[in-house]
Each structure stands twice: as C-alpha cells, then as structure tokens.
C-alpha cells in the first residue's frame, strides 16, 4: 500500500523559509518521479516541483523558481521541498505525489500535469502572512 505524508507547513511571514517533507511508503519503482503541487483557496491546483526518484534535472514552476528547491533522500524515503523567501502569493495547501506513468518518464516536462501522477498525499497548509 503506497502511503505519502506531508509534514512541515504552517504559519510563517513574508520572506520566511520553511521546509516541507514528504514520508513515503510501498514505493517500489525506482523509475518513478514524484512532485509537489499547490492550491490556494479558490484556485486551481498548480505545479510546484519535480523530480525523479533515481536522479535528473528537476523540475520547478515559473512561479517558485530560484525560491524554491526540491530534494529526495533515497535512503529515507522522504522528499522535500525547501522554501525560501516566501510570500503571501505562497499560501495554499501543499501535496506530495508520486507517479509513474511511461509517457511522462520519457518526457519529464509531464510531469508539470498533475494527471500524470498516481498518487498523492493528504497536502499541508502553509500560510504567509504579510
């Protein structure tokens, strides 16, 4: 049973960092990417951030680039996404999500679609205040 939990958000001000981790259970494919996604009240779901388990360029919204960094800890089995200089633009609740569809490991621009993910973790909220 595959199981994704994200901790590590909260409230914080305008140009404060902070940390998210993604714990991850019956992850077996080692050719899977996993990602980061966001949505803030009222708005739709927006790509975060991606990488692939084993390694590769990763991936990162116009919006976070430079700002934001995602990791992964093989050993542990935990993505992370470091946040810095956040701002009120950044509230949104936060989810981890793993997939492993064909057509987005041979293309990894995909992997900006959240379709192509198959699973997703419960999200966090993080929440910057002004």
């Known amino acids: 049973q595959v199981q994704l939990v994200e901790s590590g958000g909260g409230l914080v001000q305008d140009g404060d960092s902070l940390r998210l981790s993604c714990a991850t259970s019956?992850?077996?494919?080692?050719?899977?990417?996993m990602g980061w996604f966001r949505q803030a009240q009222g708005k739709e779901r927006e790509f975060v951030a991606a990488?692939?388990?084993?390694?590769?360029?990763?991936l990162y919204g116009d919006s976070v680039k430079g700002r934001f960094t995602i990791s992964r800890d093989n050993a542990k089995n935990i993505l992370y996404l470091q946040m810095n200089g956040l701002k009120p633009d950044d509230t949104a609740v936060y989810y981890c999500a793993a997939g492993n569809q064909k057509a987005a490991q041979l293309i990894p621009l995909m992997q900006v679609r959240g379709e192509k993910y198959d699973y997703w973790g419960q999200g966090t909220q993080v929440t910057v205040s002004l």
């Open positions: 990488i692939t388990w084993i390694g590769g360029s990763p």
């Open positions: 019956g992850l077996t494919d080692s050719t899977l990417y």
